[in-house]
């Protein structure tokens, strides 16, 4: 099945691409969403023995996880001084905590005694210092060793040898980031583009509406890939549309996909099985009917409109009114598209209103063979709205289903169907006679990238 | 449990949602928290470190020693999160327009 001459990575699907789409709809997109940047990265396979060798995750530990910038909470469980909150990344865990009303701080959460855990479990708390469970040593919210008692047996401590130890902590866009690498690079280093791009959509004026953790049957790498492309949109979730998905690398750390919703090319489906959603093709009306999960007013489409921007304008008032935002002004593709941004190694932003997700991939303790997956509804803020107490996460175990998940309505049977093929993909990397996995010159071309930074700093001596 | 039982021990304007406050009763220092779920009663010290948790901070349904960080349920008084292991004596509140009353258990 040979194709044409074109040079690797250049071809694309077939019918209109997203800039098409953009440049179509009834409110035109911001600047950032009408670039693209895409070249080639080769199309090598990627070794399995990434996803399943416990030697390489024991890398990762120490030379990826210690090294990379990573969000540990959002600003909003903070808001006080003394308010802290504890994040746990296979076997490293840190302290971030509100030590004066406008600094953040982060700090191993291990005491100089003897090692203890001063914090347990992963979460929000609160104290108006830190004292070990163990032996009462304390600690000011700024660190600094205060009480040691006995401290006539220790004539060799003082807060200058035995503070806690401090790891660099930057907040952006509303989160807080932190490095375990004592000499990392500023986090302005490593964003590449989403500081210009996000200044569209500041996340800081977000609320954490859902959060729901789960546990899911492989590695963290093939579980966030697993949310790097539309390609799988046809197969997994029976959907018309992603073929013609717009996928754009950043640089080492960022890189981007905006799907488009409420349109669809039959064309872009001309190679795929059976005649499915391209003879007979779908009307608007049946487009506008798939989108009806959102909670739209008209189902059906006057003339003169689209699915597309009927949709857009059902969703700013319904929303604009439900969260007492102005969405008058906000583009077709704000409004509808699956805009997905990542950040390396295992981040996603979406700037998007009716998908306006966040997710973060990470090793399941240090198990090789399973990771976590936090998703969090960030909604917009009304102007001038503080932010609300954060809900605590939803808990779901490997076996528990997304539907068990209070809220998230008609997305639980979607992110069953996302993350349903993971224990099968986590077993056939073990099974395959193929040392690796093929990508797409385009369509996983994201994936790739962050195969090619993760060797970067899998170098003994990355930067 | 009889009526008789409850004692008044604060107002509920001086209570506003969200927060806390310590009153004494028969020489036992109880914590009253007002939560978005209702008005509860609990001893005062933390069971681990005796930190008086008027001090703490309630977040939610649970209120957070000030020592060492230990969490609470404030609805049952379960201890969530070491290094507090044993529970918090819960007392019934009756709320009756702007009286709070509790009933200490032992």
């Given at each position: 099945?040979?194709?044409?001459?074109?040079?690797?990575?250049?071809?694309?699907?077939?019918?209109?691409?997203?800039?098409?789409?953009?440049?179509?709809?009834?409110?035109?997109?911001?600047?950032?969403?009408?670039?693209?940047?895409?070249?080639?990265?080769?199309?090598?396979?990627?070794?399995?023995?990434?996803?399943?060798?416990?030697?390489?995750?024991?890398?990762?530990?120490?030379?990826?996880?210690?090294?990379?910038?990573?969000?540990?909470?959002?600003?909003?469980?903070?808001?006080?001084?003394?308010?802290?909150?504890?994040?746990?990344?296979?076997?490293?865990?840190?302290?971030?905590?509100?030590?004066?009303?406008?600094?953040?701080?982060?700090?191993?959460?291990?005491?100089?005694?003897?090692?203890?855990?001063?914090?347990?479990?992963?979460?929000?708390?609160?104290?108006?210092?830190?004292?070990?469970?163990?032996?009462?040593?304390?600690?000011?919210?700024?660190?600094?060793?205060?009480?040691?008692?006995?401290?006539?047996?220790?004539?060799?401590?003082?807060?200058?040898?035995?503070?806690?130890?401090?790891?660099?902590?930057?907040?952006?866009?509303?989160?807080?980031?932190?490095?375990?690498?004592?000499?990392?690079?500023?986090?302005?280093?490593?964003?590449?583009?989403?500081?210009?791009?996000?200044?569209?959509?500041?996340?800081?004026?977000?609320?954490?509406?859902?959060?729901?953790?789960?546990?899911?049957?492989?590695?963290?790498?093939?579980?966030?890939?697993?949310?790097?492309?539309?390609?799988?949109?046809?197969?997994?979730?029976?959907?018309?549309?992603?073929?013609?998905?717009?996928?754009?690398?950043?640089?080492?750390?960022?890189?981007?996909?905006?799907?488009?919703?409420?349109?669809?090319?039959?064309?872009?489906?001309?190679?795929?099985?059976?005649?499915?959603?391209?003879?007979?093709?779908?009307?608007?009306?049946?487009?506008?009917?798939?989108?009806?999960?959102?909670?739209?007013?008209?189902?059906?489409?006057?003339?003169?409109?689209?699915?597309?921007?009927?949709?857009?304008?059902?969703?700013?008032?319904?929303?604009?009114?439900?969260?007492?935002?102005?969405?008058?002004?906000?583009?077709?593709?704000?409004?509808?598209?699956?805009?997905?941004?990542?950040?390396?190694?295992?981040?996603?932003?979406?700037?998007?209103?009716?998908?306006?997700?966040?997710?973060?991939?990470?090793?399941?303790?240090?198990?090789?063979?399973?990771?976590?997956?936090?998703?969090?509804?960030?909604?917009?803020?009304?102007?001038?709205?503080?932010?609300?107490?954060?809900?605590?996460?939803?808990?779901?175990?490997?076996?528990?289903?997304?539907?068990?998940?209070?809220?998230?309505?008609?997305?639980?049977?979607?992110?069953?169907?996302?993350?349903?093929?993971?224990?099968?993909?986590?077993?056939?990397?073990?099974?395959?006679?193929?040392?690796?996995?093929?990508?797409?010159?385009?369509?996983?071309?994201?994936?790739?990238?962050?195969?090619?930074?993760?060797?970067?700093?899998?170098?003994?001596?990355?930067? | 449990?009889?009526?008789?039982?409850?004692?008044?021990?604060?107002?509920l304007?001086?209570l506003?949602?969200?927060?806390?406050?310590?009153?004494?009763?028969?020489?036992?220092?109880?914590?009253l928290c007002r939560?978005?779920?209702g008005v509860f009663?609990?001893?005062?010290?933390?069971?681990?470190?005796?930190?008086?948790?008027?001090?703490?901070?309630?977040?939610?349904?649970?209120?957070?020693?000030?020592?060492?960080?230990?969490?609470?349920?404030?609805?049952?008084?379960?201890?969530?999160?070491?290094?507090?292991?044993?529970?918090?004596?819960?007392?019934?509140v009756?709320v009756?327009?702007?009286?709070i009353?509790?009933?200490?258990?032992?």
């Amino acid at each position: 099945m040979s194709q044409s001459n074109t040079p690797p990575g250049s071809a694309r699907a077939s019918g209109p691409a997203v800039a098409d789409t953009l440049a179509s709809d009834s409110r035109g997109a911001p600047e950032p969403l009408l670039e693209q940047c895409y070249e080639f990265m080769g199309d090598e396979d990627i070794d399995c023995s990434r996803y399943t060798s416990q030697a390489f995750a024991d890398t990762e530990f120490n030379r990826l996880w210690n090294r990379c910038w990573q969000w540990a909470c959002r600003e909003e469980h903070i808001p006080d001084v003394g308010d802290n909150y504890v994040y746990n990344i296979g076997p490293y865990s840190v302290i971030v905590v509100r030590s004066a009303v406008d600094v953040v701080q982060a700090f191993i959460n291990s005491c100089p005694h003897r090692g203890t855990q001063l914090l347990g479990a992963e979460g929000c708390g609160y104290s108006a210092r830190f004292t070990c469970p163990f032996h009462g040593w304390s600690f000011g919210l700024d660190g600094a060793l205060e009480g040691l008692p006995a401290r006539w047996d220790f004539p060799h401590v003082s807060a200058d040898t035995h503070s806690l130890a401090s790891v660099p902590c930057e907040t952006w866009g509303g989160f807080v980031f932190i490095n375990l690498d004592l000499n990392a690079k500023p986090l302005a280093d490593y964003m590449d583009v989403l500081p210009e791009h996000f200044s569209h959509f500041p996340l800081e004026r977000r609320r954490i509406r859902l959060h729901v953790q789960k546990v899911l049957p492989a590695n963290w790498k093939a579980a966030q890939e697993a949310f790097m492309e539309a390609y799988h949109n046809f197969e997994t979730h029976d959907s018309p549309n992603g073929a013609n998905a717009q996928y754009d690398v950043y640089g080492k750390y960022v890189s981007r996909f905006i799907h488009n919703i409420g349109n669809y090319s039959p064309e872009s489906l001309d190679d795929y099985p059976g005649d499915k959603w391209r003879a007979p093709p779908l009307t608007e009306n049946q487009v506008l009917q798939i989108m009806s999960v959102f909670g739209l007013e008209h189902d059906e489409v006057p003339p003169g409109e689209t699915a597309r921007s009927v949709a857009a304008e059902d969703l700013r008032k319904r929303i604009g009114a439900a969260l007492g935002v102005d969405l008058s002004a906000t583009s077709d593709s704000l409004m509808l598209d699956s805009i997905e941004y990542h950040l390396f190694p295992n981040m996603f932003f979406f700037p998007g209103i009716t998908v306006p997700m966040v997710y973060r991939f990470r090793p399941n303790g240090e198990d090789v063979d399973s990771s976590l997956f936090d998703f969090i509804i960030l909604e917009p803020l009304p102007d001038g709205a503080e932010h609300p107490e954060p809900p605590e996460p939803i808990r779901l175990d490997v076996d528990q289903s997304y539907t068990e998940a209070e809220g998230l309505d008609w997305l639980g049977p979607v992110y069953d169907e996302d993350t349903g093929n993971l224990a099968l993909q986590q077993q056939g990397f073990k099974t395959s006679r193929k040392s690796g996995i093929t990508l797409g010159n385009y369509q996983e071309s994201r994936i790739r990238r962050v195969h090619m930074t993760l060797d970067e700093f899998m170098k003994e001596d990355a930067e | 449990m009889s009526e008789t039982d409850f004692v008044w021990v604060a107002s509920l304007s001086d209570l506003p949602p969200g927060s806390t406050a310590s009153v004494e009763i028969e020489g036992r220092e109880v914590l009253l928290c007002r939560t978005s779920e209702g008005v509860f009663a609990l001893d005062n010290l933390c069971t681990h470190g005796a930190a008086r948790l008027c001090e703490g901070k309630l977040k939610g349904q649970r209120i957070l020693c000030p020592l060492h960080g230990a969490a609470f349920d404030v609805r049952d008084g379960a201890a969530l999160s070491r290094p507090a292991v044993t529970a918090l004596a819960s007392h019934p509140v009756s709320v009756n327009g702007d009286d709070i009353c509790i009933a200490l258990v032992e």
